[in-house]
């Protein structure tokens, strides 16, 4: 066993990082393969993504307690810049944030739309490096074999197109209540219920694919982990932490959807909608839950 040095606060970090990657490349494909139908999904995506990045990195500051000491620190990565995973990991965020910000303000104007998808096609390229540099940061420690999983990335990168998605469909709501005058987008397809719907229902699908994947990842790992993932399959706390995001971060997402999907027959768009903003926020829980389980669980084997 080893001294916890990393806790919510880095895994939040980790979460929001993987988050924000995946919301960009749902936002530039809806936009790029879905055009008009997909234009709310697209431009929450990418304003999701802005969001979660700046938040993760003030979650970031906060953790690592050095840049109160020495807030030009961080220049230290960029100069090391190939020699090592974090220099690599800190261009590739600077990058996607900037990109990010481009996108977000071309999608708020509504402008140039060949420079926007210009900016889509690279910072989807970014966005999946980020989700991904989130599990190699971990995967590169030394002498923490239940970081070492190779699957590990693949994982977080799954998990945060899922989570990604999840809160890019959230956001809808959200900003057609709260915020209506920030983009009329919003409101107008939150007030047509059957529209709504229909988008939902068809986001479902790629919502049990990438839920599906990160299953079937998830037990890879597990048995290729062994026996240091064992930690998570005994009566151990962190165990149960493992098995509330299996089972309400995966398998109950499923079920909602699964029960929602016989709704879609009889009209009730409604509730059709409450339905599936209760399994995105499970999945977002879930997404959260799974950063802490590997964070904790690579400080606790070696």
Known sequence: ????????????????????????????????????????VSKSGVYVSLVSIILGLVLLVLDLKRFTVD???????????PGSILSVGTWIIAAFTL????????????????ARKTAEVIGAVLGVSTSAYTGLLLAFARGRPFWGNPYLPWVFVISGTLTGLAMALLLIPIVAKLMPRFSQ?????????????????????????LIGIELALVLVELFTGLPHTRILLTGTNLS??????????LIAPLGIGYYTSKLESSGRNIWMTSF???????????GFLLRYVVLIGGQMIF
Not at 99 to 114: H, K, P, Q
Not at 185 to 209: E, H, M, N, P
Not at 276 to 286: N, Q
């Open 1 to 40: 066993m080893s001294e916890l040095t990393w806790g919510p606060i880095l895994a939040g970090y980790l979460f929001l990082g993987g988050l924000a990657g995946g919301a960009y490349v749902i936002g530039a494909l809806a936009d790029i393969f879905k055009g008009e139908r997909y234009k709310v």
């Open 71 to 81: 807030p030009l620190v961080i220049l230290n990565a960029f100069r090391r810049f």
């Open 99 to 114: 990109v990010s910000i481009a996108t977000a303000v071309l999608w708020f104007y509504e402008g140039w739309s060949l």
């Open 185 to 209: 987008d919003f409101k107008t397809l939150f007030d047509d219920k059957t529209r709504l719907a229909r988008i939902l229902s068809d986001c479902q699908r790629y919502i049990i694919v």
């Open 240 to 249: 149960l932490v493992f098995y509330a995001y299996v089972i309400l971060g």
């Open 276 to 286: 599936f903003m209760g399994g995105y926020v499970l999945i977002l829980f879930g």
